[in-house]
């Protein structure tokens, strides 16, 4: 199970400078989610996958399959209804349970109306100091499914989300030959949108975001968390600069059912408010996409898509400030 990252460190924006090798500021918006691929159950796979590791609320439809072609269909229809553009997907490695789902998220998402990209959540073992295993893996994943009409572009080029931990593995340094030798070798190039929010991150890669601030939200009350958004969110938009420039909003988050070494950040959903709060501090930051963590991370109770617990309060309240977005 992936680990998630709970603090973004937010630099100041003075003095920076930019390569502005992709993009100017007039670029479409985008409402995008996290999506989980990894879910399984017996009568689908045979099998059951994550839903015992433990899980924060229960699924208002019950503990599902990821390769079921009805789940998918419904969960993406209720995300179109929604008002979200597309979703970030899992990806682990090539061949596992998530891989193997590729193609069916990819022809429901072009179906429904939805774009699909990646979040690549684990760097691989280099094979050389020119981390090349990396990017054979990129490449792979871009000659198999970035050319379908479903993959999310921007300027043309295919969408990469990179997660923190695969930054780490690399370092930047390690991230500059990557994106050198990938952008080189798939014709037209490749939007990498990095997670962290820092000068050097926006230098080099197209796009910053974060994962999950609930490090900097965690036992807030409403009016607290509604403070730490309005004065950080503009900094994230301008630390981008030029680059594609992501504000994340979440419901909450819980990750006490995991076992994970306390105390955990937990960010309370107060009823709904801690959703509304920050969308609406993220529609007045004015970035190019607003980030949704999560659609379904049911393990860390981030999760938007409907709940025993919560019902669908969530989901029924991203159509009013994602219209307020993208229009």
């Given at each position: 199970?992936?680990?998630?990252?709970?603090?973004?460190?937010v630099p100041g924006a003075a003095g920076l400078t930019?390569?502005?090798?992709?993009?100017?500021?007039?670029?479409?918006?985008?409402?995008?989610?996290?999506?989980?691929?990894?879910?399984?159950?017996?009568?689908?796979?045979?099998?059951?996958?994550?839903?015992?590791?433990?899980?924060?609320?229960?699924?208002?439809?019950?503990?599902?399959?990821?390769?079921?072609?009805?789940?998918?269909?419904?969960?993406?229809?209720?995300?179109?209804?929604?008002g979200i553009t597309g979703l970030i997907v899992s990806?682990?490695?090539?061949?596992?349970?998530?891989?193997?789902?590729?193609?069916?998220?990819?022809?429901?998402?072009?179906?429904?109306?939805?774009?699909?990209?990646?979040?690549?959540?684990?760097?691989?073992?280099?094979?050389?100091?020119?981390?090349?295993?990396?990017?054979?893996?990129?490449?792979?994943?871009?000659?198999?499914?970035?050319?379908?009409?479903?993959?999310?572009?921007?300027?043309?080029?295919?969408?990469?989300?990179?997660?923190?931990?695969?930054?780490?593995?690399?370092?930047?340094?390690?991230?500059?030959?990557?994106?050198?030798?990938?952008?080189?070798?798939?014709?037209?190039?490749?939007?990498?949108?990095?997670?962290?929010?820092?000068?050097?991150?926006?230098?080099?890669?197209?796009?910053?975001?974060?994962?999950?601030?609930?490090?900097q939200t965690a036992n807030k009350s409403v009016d607290?968390?509604?403070?730490?958004?309005?004065?950080?969110?503009?900094?994230?938009?301008?630390?981008?600069?030029?680059?594609?420039?992501?504000?994340?909003?979440?419901?909450?988050?819980?990750?006490?059912?995991?076992?994970?070494?306390?105390?955990?950040?937990?960010?309370?959903?107060?009823?709904?408010?801690?959703?509304?709060?920050?969308?609406?501090?993220?529609?007045?930051?004015?970035?190019?996409?607003?980030?949704?963590?999560?659609?379904?991370?049911?393990?860390?109770?981030?999760?938007?898509?409907?709940?025993?617990?919560?019902?669908?309060?969530?989901?029924?309240?991203?159509?009013?400030?994602?219209?307020?977005?993208?229009?």
């Amino acid at each position: 199970m992936t680990r998630r990252k709970l603090l973004s460190i937010v630099p100041g924006a003075a003095g920076l400078t930019f390569c502005g090798h992709l993009f100017g500021r007039n670029r479409a918006h985008q409402v995008l989610a996290f999506y989980y691929g990894w879910y399984a159950n017996p009568d689908v796979s045979g099998r059951w996958a994550h839903w015992p590791e433990g899980i924060a609320h229960e699924p208002l439809i019950g503990r599902y399959d990821c390769h079921d072609p009805k789940i998918v269909q419904r969960q993406f229809e209720q995300a179109k209804s929604a008002g979200i553009t597309g979703l970030i997907v899992s990806w682990w490695r090539p061949g596992d349970f998530q891989e193997q789902g590729m193609p069916l998220l990819l022809a429901t998402a072009e179906r429904v109306g939805l774009k699909i990209s990646i979040y690549y959540e684990a760097a691989k073992p280099r094979k050389s100091p020119t981390h090349e295993a990396t990017e054979d893996d990129l490449l792979d994943i871009l000659n198999r499914y970035a050319k379908h009409d479903a993959w999310l572009r921007a300027d043309g080029k295919p969408v990469v989300f990179v997660y923190a931990r695969a930054l780490n593995e690399l370092h930047l340094s390690g991230w500059e030959q990557v994106i050198t030798q990938v952008n080189r070798r798939y014709a037209g190039g490749v939007c990498f949108v990095a997670d962290e929010i820092s000068n050097a991150a926006s230098k080099l890669f197209d796009g910053i975001h974060s994962y999950n601030p609930t490090g900097q939200t965690a036992n807030k009350s409403v009016d607290e968390i509604r403070a730490w958004a309005r004065a950080t969110y503009p900094k994230w938009v301008a630390t981008a600069g030029k680059r594609i420039s992501c504000v994340t909003v979440i419901p909450g988050y819980d990750d006490t059912k995991l076992n994970r070494p306390g105390p955990r950040p937990t960010t309370d959903r107060h009823g709904g408010e801690t959703y509304r709060v920050l969308w609406q501090e993220a529609v007045a930051a004015q970035p190019d996409w607003i980030l949704i963590t999560s659609w379904n991370e049911w393990h860390e109770g981030s999760e938007i898509e409907p709940s025993k617990e919560n019902g669908d309060r969530e989901l029924n309240a991203t159509p009013e400030f994602a219209r307020r977005f993208l229009r």
